[in-house]
C-alpha cells in the first residue's frame, strides 16, 4: 500500500462476503470439470482463498508460494520474484490450481504459473477471488471483476491496513490531534470509506484499531479520545 498516491479508494470486506467469492470461483472450477489434485496458495493474501476452495472442491493438498515484488530497500522491482522454494516433489505431475486474493497487474500469479510449470505440473489453472482491469492477466477462474481500481481491506489483514490508512491520514490532515469522529471523517475524505459500510462490514472496529495502534507505537494518546501520531 505504501506506494499508492494519496488518493485512492478503499472498499472494506468481510468474511461472508469473501466466503461467497471462494465458492463462486469453486463453482467455476467445477463447472469447467477441472480436478486439480493440489492448490497452490500464493501468500500471504491467496491463503484463506486456497484453504476454502480446497473445502469446496475436497481436496487435501494445500501447499503455498510466496511472490515478492520487493528487492533491496523497499524498491519494487517489475518481475515478481519466488521468495520460498517449493518442497520438491509438491506439484510434478500433478494438475495444479493457483489461488491468490487480487491480481492488479496480474505479475504476481503469471509468475506462479511460470515457476509450477517450470516444476513439472500437469495441468496448470489459475484463479482470483477478485480481478482489477489494470491486470494484464487473465485468471482462469476470477470471483467477482471490479470495474473501478479501489484497495480491498481484506478481513484477514483488516487491522494491518486500517492501521496503515489511518497513519497515512494523520500524517496528512492539518490536525494536532484527533478523535474518533474526525479519523472517520478523513476516512471517508480521502479514502472514500463511508461510515455505514465500514460498520456494516466490520461492525465497532474503530476502538480497536486505534487501541493497536497505540499499543505498536504509532499513535499516542492525547487525551480521553484524542491521539497524535507517535514523536
Ligand atoms: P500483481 O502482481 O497482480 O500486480 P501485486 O503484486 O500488485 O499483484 O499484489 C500482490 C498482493 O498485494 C496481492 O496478492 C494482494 O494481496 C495485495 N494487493 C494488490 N493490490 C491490491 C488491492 N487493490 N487491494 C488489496 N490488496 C491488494
Not at 477471488?129 to 484497495?151: C, I, K, M, N
Request: glycine share 6%.
Amino acid at each position: 500500500m505504501s506506494d499508492l498516491p494519496d488518493d485512492f479508494n478503499c472498499t472494506i470486506t468481510n468474511w461472508e462476503y469473501i466466503y461467497g467469492l471462494c465458492r463462486t470461483v469453486s463453482d467455476q472450477v467445477k463447472r469447467a470439470e477441472f480436478e486439480p489434485d493440489v492448490v497452490v496458495a500464493l501468500a500471504r493474501g491467496g491463503w484463506f482463498a486456497g484453504r476454502c476452495t480446497c473445502d469446496f472442491l475436497g481436496l487435501d493438498d494445500l501447499t503455498s508460494l510466496k511472490m515478492e515484488h520487493y528487492v533491496g530497500a523497499a524498491e519494487k522491482s517489475d518481475e515478481p520474484t519466488v521468495r520460498y522454494p517449493m518442497p520438491e516433489g509438491s506439484v510434478e505431475g500433478k494438475d495444479v490450481l493457483i489461488i491468490d486474493d487480487i491480481a492488479d497487474t496480474g505479475g504476481s500469479i503469471r509468475r506462479a504459473q511460470e515457476y509450477v510449470e517450470e516444476r513439472n505440473a500437469g495441468e496448470v489453472r489459475t484463479a482470483t477471488l477478485q480481478l482489477l482491469r489494470t491486470s494484464e492477466f487473465d485468471p482462469d477462474f476470477v470471483g467477482e471483476r471490479l470495474e473501478e481500481w479501489a484497495w480491498i481491506v481484506y478481513p484477514w489483514n483488516f487491522i494491518e491496513d486500517m492501521i496503515d490508512l489511518i497513519a497515512g491520514v494523520m500524517e496528512r490532515a492539518d490536525e494536532e490531534t484527533f478523535d474518533r469522529e474526525s479519523v472517520r471523517h478523513y476516512l471517508a475524505e480521502y479514502h472514500s470509506v463511508d461510515r455505514i459500510e465500514m460498520e456494516i462490514a466490520q461492525p465497532d472496529r474503530l476502538t480497536e484499531v486505534l487501541a493497536e495502534m497505540e499499543r505498536r507505537e504509532v499513535i499516542e494518546s492525547r487525551g480521553p479520545d484524542q491521539w497524535a501520531l507517535a514523536e
